[in-house]
């Protein structure tokens, strides 16, 4: 499986962006689901939103809860990321990433998109 993201760009606080990342290839077992990572300057990356890509079951980082939503189009393999309300604090690389089960960090994950840049600058 390969995974691209894209939808990143600069924007203003308060703004709203959304990232897509498009899935090509077949999904296995290894890939029950899709997350979203980011990874500000300077900082480690870290975990933002994951979904179960077969059951659509969600999950946050406290940090984004009610300001991100995570979602799949299974008719057009893809997975979004809604971000409202954008702050400075947002600004990072987003990177979607597969794994097996529930993630926490970076390293649980098993295929990386080539990530995408957000910044929110006024």
């Known amino acids: 499986v390969q995974l691209q993201a894209s939808g990143g760009g600069l924007v203003q606080p308060g703004d709203s962006l959304r990232l897509s990342c498009a899935i090509s290839?077949?999904?296995?077992?290894?890939?029950?689901?899709m997350n979203w990572f980011r990874q500000a300057p300077g900082k480690e990356r870290e975990f933002v939103a994951g979904?179960?890509?077969?059951?659509?079951?969600?999950r946050y980082a406290d940090s984004v809860k009610g300001q991100f939503t995570i979602s799949r189009d299974a008719g057009e393999y893809t997975v979004h990321l809604q971000m409202n309300s954008l702050e400075p604090e947002d600004t990072a690389v987003y990177y979607c990433?597969?794994?097996?089960?529930?993630?926490?960090?970076?390293?649980?994950?098993?295929?990386w998109g080539q990530g995408t840049l957000v910044t929110v600058s006024s």
């Open positions: 990433a597969s794994s097996s089960g529930v993630v926490s960090t970076a390293v649980d994950a098993r295929v």
């Open positions: 290839g077949r999904l296995t077992t290894s890939d029950n689901f």
């Open positions: 979904i179960k890509w077969r059951e659509g079951k969600k």
